[in-house]
């Protein structure tokens, strides 16, 4: 069965500093990969995805995430962290006929002014 | 587009009580799932549906069921309510690019 770890229960930045958030899959297969983030009291948003080809992939918001096998992992990305992207932000491997998803425990960013 | 639509938004039980969450989506998406959401544990698959008239268990499914009643609408039902079921519940639907959609949630409290 399919899991993954986000290792950082809690990160803290200054307003813009790069970013940085941890994944790790484990997955018999090539994986399909995603980052989603959840501001306050909402749902989830989509932020970027990876399935295959250029393990470098862009997402909204100035994110992005790099796909390496060799270390199983799937870490986001930003140059420059804002204030508005306080929120948690969950890793997830979809697997199965309908590419059921698996979440990590999820990585609490605070921005700090 | 709704996208993806969830009723209640919150809601109190208690103990032994029944209620069906509902949710429904106007993309045309054959699959949907239902997820729960609790602090420190991520998400969580409770069931899903992978096409209309078809349900599967995910990793937490004691407790509930599941109604495909068409492509657009797929309910869960709590039988008996527990205190162990307070949650929040998401429910979510995939488009044909494996994306999921999730529903902004309903907060269950069972007392």
């Known amino acids: 069965a399919q899991s993954v770890t986000q290792p950082d229960i809690h990160i803290t930045v200054s307003e813009g500093a790069s970013l940085e958030l941890r994944c790790n899959y484990s997955?018999?297969?090539?994986?399909?990969l995603f980052w989603y983030v959840q501001s306050p009291g909402q749902g989830l948003q989509l932020l970027l995805k990876?399935?295959?080809?250029?393990?470098l992939v862009q997402g909204i918001k100035g994110f992005e995430a790099e796909f390496k096998r060799s270390q199983s992992s799937f870490n986001l990305r930003k140059p420059s962290v804002h204030w508005s992207d306080a929120a948690e932000y969950f890793c997830a491997v979809g697997a199965g006929s309908a590419r059921q998803l698996t979440f990590g425990s999820g990585t609490q960013l605070t921005v700090l002014p | 587009n709704a996208g993806v639509t969830q009723t209640p938004k919150f809601q109190v039980l208690k103990t032994g009580q029944s209620m069906t969450l509902q949710c429904a989506q106007d993309?045309?998406?054959?699959?949907m799932y239902w997820y729960r959401q609790d602090p420190g544990m991520g998400l969580r698959l409770i069931y899903y549906s992978a096409s209309e008239g078809t349900t599967d268990k995910g990793e937490v499914p004691n407790g509930y069921n599941v109604s495909r009643l068409n492509k657009r609408e797929f309910s869960l039902r709590l039988e008996s309510a527990a205190p162990s079921q307070t949650s929040v519940y998401f429910c979510?639907?995939?488009?044909?690019?494996?994306?999921?959609?999730f529903g902004p949630g309903t907060r269950l409290l069972v007392l």
């Open positions: 979510a639907s995939k488009s044909g690019g494996e994306t999921q959609y």
């Open positions: 993309m045309n998406h054959n699959s």
């Open positions: 990876y399935f295959s080809g250029d393990t």
């Open positions: 997955y018999g297969a090539t994986p399909y």
